[in-house]
């Protein structure tokens, strides 16, 4: 059962041709939809944060040896 656009639930819910137990449902199921919706996009922010430390922990490896690289160099 695919959820009804919410702007065509408002125009009918204001001509008076939804009832209220009708408005109810299409409500809950746009709810049911926005919390499937926002289970993925935290799911895909939990990804991209994974990716983003692994990212800031080899910049701080290759820092630490170009660092190490750079005092080599100075004691040459």
Do not use: C, F
Not at 29 to 58: C, F, G, M, P, T
């Amino acid at each position: 059962m695919s959820t009804y656009d919410p702007k065509k639930v408002l125009i009918d819910w204001s001509n008076g041709t939804l009832t209220a137990d009708m408005a109810i449902g299409h409500a809950l199921q746009h709810v049911a939809e926005l919390y499937e919706r926002q289970s993925i996009a935290d799911s895909e922010r939990r990804k991209l944060q994974d990716k983003v430390n692994h990212l800031e922990n080899k910049v701080k490896t290759v820092q630490a040896e170009l660092d190490r690289l750079v005092k080599g160099m100075a004691k040459s």
